[in-house]
T-cell receptor, first 113, second 115 residues
Framework: AQSVSQHNHHVILSEAASLELGCNYS??????LFWYVQYPGQHLQLLLK??????LVKGIKGFEAEFIKSKFSFNLRKPSVQWSDTAEYFC???????????FGTGTRLQVFP | DVKVTQSSRYLVKRTGEKVFLECVQD?????MFWYRQDPGLGLRLIYF???????EKGDIPEGYSVSREKKERFSLILESASTNQTSMYLC??????????????FGPGTRLTVT
């Protein structure tokens, strides 16, 4: 079965630290890739997406992600986190061969001042 | 600005009650989705709809049904609520056919507790 894995369930960082959240998916041919963020008390919103082209994607609030096809990965990065980045982050993968969008289990990020 | 609204932020119901969760989007989107969000499990698709009066089962449809009488409104129905349906329910919409061609826009969620 197709799956999306986020291995970091809970990450705790100090402000200004660098962030990398992992996202891996099972083999499934052509994919679209998404990172969503859910700030405390707010609705889920799109952080960035990859459909085609440059595998390094830049999103809102200084986030970026790199699609490495050979590793089936789409890791999220930010060079210097802020307290306001405290949130839950979800990776999602759309598999064209099954027409299904599958979400990862989420990573809870806490940033301390 | 894109908007998806859900009828309640918090809801407490008793076991066996029939529960209606309403979702409305104002973006004229074709697709609408219902997910449940549980800690450690992420988002799981319950039902979705590509058009009015049309519905498709997602990954966990058991115990749920849906209704889409108008394009902007998608309702989730728990025919007989059970405690294992205590969860956060998220509604989403997107502008075209398919689950992954476009981003999905989410509502604020309804936290349902079944006692």
């Amino acid at each position: 079965a197709q799956s999306v894995s986020q291995h970091n369930h809970h990450v705790i960082l100090s402000e200004a630290a660098s962030l990398e959240l992992g996202c891996n998916y099972s083999y499934g041919g052509t994919v679209n890739l998404f990172w969503y963020v859910q700030y405390p008390g707010q609705h889920l919103q799109l952080l960035l997406k990859y459909f085609s082209g440059d595998p390094l994607v830049k999103g809102i609030k200084g986030f970026e992600a790199e699609f490495i096809k050979s590793k089936f990965s789409f890791n999220l990065r930010k060079p210097s986190v802020q307290w306001s980045d405290t949130a839950e982050y979800f990776c999602a993968v759309f598999f064209y061969n099954t027409d299904k969008l599958i979400f990862g289990t989420g990573t809870r990020l806490q940033v301390f001042p | 600005d894109v908007k998806v609204t859900q009828s309640s932020r918090y809801l407490v119901k008793r076991t066996g009650e029939k529960v209606f969760l309403e979702c409305v989007q104002d973006m004229d989107h074709e697709n609408m989705f219902w997910y449940r969000q549980d800690p450690g499990l992420g988002l799981r698709l319950i039902y979705f709809s590509y058009d009015v009066k049309m519905k498709e089962k997602g990954d966990i449809p058991e115990g749920y049904s849906v209704s889409r009488e108008k394009k902007e409104r998608f309702s989730l129905i728990l025919e007989s609520a059970s405690t294992n349906q205590t969860s956060m329910y998220l509604c989403a919409s997107s502008p075209d056919r398919g689950q992954g061609n476009y981003e999905q826009y989410f509502g604020p969620g309804t936290r349902l507790t079944v006692t």
